[in-house]
């Protein structure tokens, strides 16, 4: 494997690269070792059919994924005839796809936040992001509150008044868009991987490790942009796929009631406690911005695809399931899985919340009534400068290093319990946020171990656990 390089220019203070390289080693990986390159060749070749097989078993098997299996070893059908029997491209779909991707960009550049003038506690407008590894700190307008509103309520006066078009629109060419997302995904995910060769936004924040498979799938860029505002990361993850996600759930409500003349307990469901998720995510859109994504991920396949493919399909595969199966939940089954997605949101607002907290003020707040207790910290940036920074040991951070992680996984499950236990589909999304977030965690860890040394090793003596006290 060719050697590990960097751009060899000087940096913004006139260190030599040697020393810049000496300075800062957290961020992503410099070096692939042979499993990483075989993961990521295997997720390049078949994320997008694990996709597209998810959403045929739905189509063309009434949502089981083991009969599609089956019948394939009986030989009673063959991937052709499953391939051939999928709808394709349609210009309709493009058309909806085009209007959709152009308003989202239209109200990420051209709306400024005002929300944050009138609603009480909100934070929005321009905010700063966290220090990149190169020592940068960038500006990024939060405004995403304010399109997921005006988004909605257009969603609301169409189906309540004007018409334009069917509630049940996303629904009816699911299949035709996600040859549109596709193409979106990785048409993207291609332009920030030349971008990053021919017009970096900033060089110094640039990762090279040598494979090409690599860099594409997992970034070069950290921040790539177009002019001063247009922020792939912010745009690509919160606008077509977050902003998405509550109207997929709404068309899909739509059109189990179109189909069957009433929307189950379960449908709502999930319509809530996924809505309670994104409407957070919006809310805290200024605490996005020091989360793993923006301070840590560079911009590659791995973000570009999987926000236009990977989460509008299959996140919301719960939605889907209960459109061709709807399940109507007792009383206490639906009492059940509602308190377990509100135990599991509150456990991770809580825990991020937390960090937040204490992060923004520097320690001097309060957690659970307390002064909270941390470990001092130093870390170097990539232009040799010296930083301090704190890890909180009380609270939700001291009874595991990633609770929030935890909370998260509980209003998974929720999900997936609202859909009943006929079929395995819709657990899927547990099954795979298991494997992104334990994978997540340990990758954080590594990087957190590499960034701060020693102080690290205090933190996890002091906090020996991951996820789950006395377990994991
Ligand atoms: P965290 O918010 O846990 O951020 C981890 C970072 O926090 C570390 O890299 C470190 O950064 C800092 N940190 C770690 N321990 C401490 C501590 N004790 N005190 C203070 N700072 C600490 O992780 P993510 O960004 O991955 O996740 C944010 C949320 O988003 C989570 O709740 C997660 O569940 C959710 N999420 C959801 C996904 C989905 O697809 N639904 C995908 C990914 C995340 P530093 O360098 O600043 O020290």
Request: aromatic share 18%; charged share 15%.
């Given at each position: 494997m060719e050697a590990t390089?960097?751009?060899?220019?000087?940096?913004?203070?006139?260190?030599?690269?040697?020393?810049?390289?000496?300075?800062?080693?957290?961020?992503?990986?410099?070096?692939?070792d042979w499993f990483s390159l075989l993961s990521v060749i295997g997720l390049l070749c078949f994320a997008?059919?694990?996709?597209f097989y998810f959403v045929m078993a739905c189509d063309q098997y009434q949502c089981s994924i083991s009969q599609p299996l089956v019948e394939l070893y009986r030989g009673e059908t063959t991937l052709l005839s499953i391939w051939t029997?999928?709808?394709?491209?349609?210009?309709?779909?493009?058309?909806?796809?085009?209007?959709?991707?152009?308003?989202?960009?239209?109200?990420?550049?051209?709306?400024?936040?005002?929300?944050?003038?009138?609603?009480?506690?909100?934070?929005?407008?321009?905010?700063?992001?966290?220090?990149?590894?190169?020592?940068?700190?960038?500006?990024?307008?939060?405004?995403?509150?304010?399109?997921?509103?005006?988004?909605?309520?257009?969603?609301?006066?169409?189906?309540?008044?004007?018409?334009?078009?069917?509630?049940?629109?996303?629904?009816?060419?699911?299949?035709?868009?996600?040859?549109?997302?596709?193409?979106?995904?990785?048409?993207?995910?291609?332009?920030?991987?030349?971008?990053?060769?021919?017009?970096?936004?900033?060089a110094e924040d640039c990762k090279f490790t040598g494979n090409v498979f690599y860099n594409y799938m997992m970034g070069i860029e950290f921040n790539p942009r177009i002019g001063e505002w247009f922020d792939f990361k912010l745009f690509f993850n919160g606008r077509p796929g977050i902003v998405a996600w509550t109207l997929i759930n709404l068309s899909y409500m739509a059109k189990q009631e179109e189909l069957y003349g009433h929307v189950t307990n379960s449908m709502i469901l999930v319509n809530v406690l996924q809505g309670i998720y994104v409407l957070d995510f919006f809310w805290n859109e200024a605490w996005y911005l020091k989360t793993i994504d923006i301070c840590h991920d560079h911009f590659g396949w791995y973000l570009g695809w999987g926000d236009c493919v990977w989460l509008p399909y299959l996140y919301t595969l719960q939605g889907l399931y209960l459109v061709y199966q709807p399940v109507q939940l007792s009383d206490t089954q639906a009492l059940a899985v509602l308190a377990l997605g509100l135990v599991g949101y509150y456990i991770f607002r809580s825990t991020n919340h937390q960090k937040d907290l204490f992060r923004r003020t520097e320690g001097s707040c309060s957690i659970w009534?307390?002064?909270?207790?941390?470990?001092?910290?130093?870390?170097?940036?990539?232009?040799?400068?010296?930083?301090?920074?704190?890890?909180?040991?009380?609270?939700?951070?001291?009874?595991?290093?990633?609770?929030?992680?935890?909370?998260?996984?509980?209003?998974?499950?929720?999900?997936?319990?609202a859909c009943g236990f006929g079929h395995l589909l819709p657990y899927f999304y547990i099954v795979y946020m298991t494997i992104l977030l334990v994978h997540r965690c340990v990758r954080d860890e590594h990087r957190c171990s590499s960034k701060y040394g020693k102080d690290w090793s205090r933190y996890t003596d002091a906090v020996p656990y991951r996820l789950i006290p006395g377990v994991f």
């Open positions: 390089r960097r751009r060899a220019q000087p940096s913004a203070n006139g260190k030599s690269p040697e020393q810049v390289d000496q300075a800062a080693q957290w961020g992503r990986a410099w070096e692939v997008p059919f694990i996709v029997r999928a709808p394709s491209f349609t210009w309709t779909a493009a058309k909806i796809y085009a209007i959709w991707v152009g308003f989202q960009v239209f109200l990420y550049m051209c709306v400024p936040d005002i929300t944050h003038k009138f609603i009480p506690g909100y934070v929005g407008g321009v905010q700063d992001g966290a220090r990149t590894p190169a020592g940068l700190i960038n500006k990024y307008e939060i405004n995403g509150l304010q399109c997921w509103l005006i988004t909605h309520a257009l969603w609301f006066l169409n189906a309540k008044y004007f018409h334009w078009f069917s509630p049940t629109i996303v629904f009816d060419n699911w299949i035709p868009l996600m040859w549109c997302t596709n193409i979106l995904g990785y048409a993207v995910s291609t332009f920030a991987f030349i971008k990053a060769y021919l017009f970096p936004t900033n009534g307390q002064k909270p207790s941390y470990i001092e910290c130093s870390y170097r940036s990539s232009d040799g400068g010296l930083h301090r920074s704190k890890l909180l040991t009380s609270g939700f951070w001291g009874v595991a290093r990633h609770l929030n992680y935890t909370g998260d996984l509980m209003g998974s499950l929720a999900y997936c319990a």
